[in-house]
C-alpha cells in the first residue's frame, strides 16, 4: 500500500520454514518484501548440522531471487533486493545472512537511498 517493500527476519531451520509461508503468499500476491534469514558461519554451510537446511533452495521457487549476503557487499545487495522486489512483477527478495557475516566489522560506505515509489494516479 505504502509503495515499500515489507521486511521479515527469521533464524536458520524451523525459523526460515515458517518464513517460507508468508513468502510463499506474497510471491503468489506479488506484494514486494524482503526476507531475510541468518545462516551459521560461512565455513560451516552445507555440513550436516542440527538445524540447518538450505534456505535458497527452500525460497528459490517462492521469489524473485536469494542471494547470500557477502561482507563488504551488504550495502549494495540490499539496493539490489529492494530494485528487485519492487520491479514489475512485485514479490519477495530472500537474503541470507551467515552469522560471521553479522558480526564482522566494516567500514562500507552506505548507498545512496532509493527514491520513494510514486503511486499510481
Known amino acids: 500500500m505504502t509503495g515499500a517493500p515489507g521486511l521479515c527476519i527469521a533464524t536458520l531451520g524451523p ?10 503468499c506474497a ?10 534469514t541468518c545462516n551459521l558461519n560461512t565455513d560451516q554451510l552445507g555440513r550436516r548440522i542440527q538445524m540447518w537446511i538450505d534456505h535458497h533452495a527452500l525460497f528459490q521457487p517462492i521469489t524473485k531471487a ?4 557477502a561482507p563488504g557487499r551488504i550495502g549494495e545487495m540490499m539496493t539490489q533486493a529492494i530494485r528487485t522486489a519492487l520491479s514489475e512483477p512485485k514479490g519477495p527478495v530472500h537474503l541470507d545472512l551467515p552469522e560471521d557475516v553479522a558480526l564482522a566489522p566494516t567500514n562500507e560506505p552506505l ?5 520513494p515509489a510514486r503511486s499510481a494516479p
Open 66 to 69: 536469494t542471494r547470500r549476503l
Open 27 to 36: 510471491y503468489l500476491d506479488r506484494s514486494p518484501m524482503i526476507a531475510i
Open 111 to 115: 548507498p545512496a537511498a532509493l527514491p
Open 15 to 24: 525459523g526460515a520454514t515458517n518464513l517460507a509461508t508468508g513468502v510463499g
